[in-house]
């Protein structure tokens, strides 16, 4: 996207009537469109600071202001001779663009940092669209065998407004027949798959959570929980505290829990109902404890079996 957009500034007579604005554009698009994501890195701490904090403070209000403001200033200094005023513009573009991009998908952000910590999160569009991405190479393509590159993006960029409400669109038809289907719906949660035609639902209504996918015009449910309320226990409110666990509620809408007893230890874990797939549901938190309430070890992530479950937790220090 950030060459699409790159692309699409030639269309600006001061950026393309100097070469030193152009490269800096190229460049300053290209880094406004990927600063965002630098907390990419907190995945290497581990996942509970990850899942926590990525898509958080990078994406928020202050950060899109400064992103663009840090990266023209650097590239004043390796590109004395370009306009200032342009590149930043258009970094600035790059910068806002890739964090609205983000509040269609699933995953959200919080964009509106500062003022809420509230994720949004409308959705309609997976977190790697390969009709998007396709869409851009073919574009870039088109561009590199000699178009012109302004017409090209425009183009580019119509259609994707057009696919977009395409996207809105099918979200709404599924939860019109949720809504008809469950009259006692609280909350949906309707979000794309790889697949354009499918979609994961999780649906929240006054006693159940029902699981389930659409495909294509049709609904189905996979799994029905009851809705119980998290208890008041001291072994719940101790592994409330745990890193990984806070980080999990801090970030799932919807959840269902267990408590087991073993001899040596007690297990707690939140099981997120978003993300079903192929019978599992591989986004959890777990925290175990002694019967003294210590906890031994916890974890939380993206896990696609238990027995792989199991491995990380027997791996995890006790």
Avoid at 102 to 130: C, E, H
Avoid at 169 to 183: D, E, G, S
Avoid at 271 to 279: A, E, G, N, T, V
């Amino acid at each position: 996207m950030g060459i699409a957009l790159g692309g699409l500034a030639t269309l600006d007579p001061t950026v393309s009537a100097n070469t030193a604005t152009l490269d800096a554009v190229m460049i300053g698009v290209m880094a406004g469109s990927l600063a965002p994501d630098l907390d990419t890195v907190l995945k290497l701490r581990n996942n509970a600071q990850y899942i926590r904090n990525h898509r958080g403070i990078t994406h928020s209000i202050p950060a899109v202001i400064l992103w663009p403001l840090l990266i023209v200033l650097i590239l004043s200094l390796l590109l004395p001779g370009a306009n200032l005023l342009h590149l930043w513009m258009w970094t600035f573009a790059g910068v806002i663009i890739h964090v609205f991009v983000d509040i269609f998908n699933a995953y959200g952000t919080q964009a509106l940092r500062p003022f809420t910590n509230k994720w949004i999160a409308l959705g309609v569009i997976n977190t790697f669209d390969y009709v998007i991405f396709s869409a851009h190479v073919l574009a870039i393509l088109i561009w590199f065998i000699g178009a012109e590159p302004g017409p090209t993006f425009i183009t580019l960029y119509v259609l994707l407004a057009f696919y977009y409400g395409l996207r809105f669109y099918m979200r709404h038809q599924i939860a019109k027949k949720l809504r008809k289907q469950f009259p006692d719906v609280i909350k949906l949660n309707i979000s794309p798959t790889l697949r354009f035609t499918h979609w994961h639902l999780a649906v929240t209504t006054e006693k159940y959570f029902h699981v389930g996918r659409a495909i294509g015009e049709e609904i189905f449910i996979y799994d029905t929980f009851d809705k119980v309320p998290i208890p008041e226990s001291a072994v719940i409110e101790v592994a409330k505290k745990d890193e990984n666990l806070s980080a999990f509620l801090s970030f799932s809408p919807i959840y269902r829990w267990e408590l087991d007893e073993y001899n040596d230890h007690i297990e707690v874990r939140f099981i997120d109902l978003r993300y079903r797939s192929k019978d599992y549901y591989p986004f959890v938190a777990v925290v175990q404890l002694d019967y003294d309430l210590n906890i031994i070890c916890s974890y939380t992530g993206w896990i696609f079996s238990e027995k792989k479950l199991r491995k990380k937790l027997d791996y995890l220090p006790h």
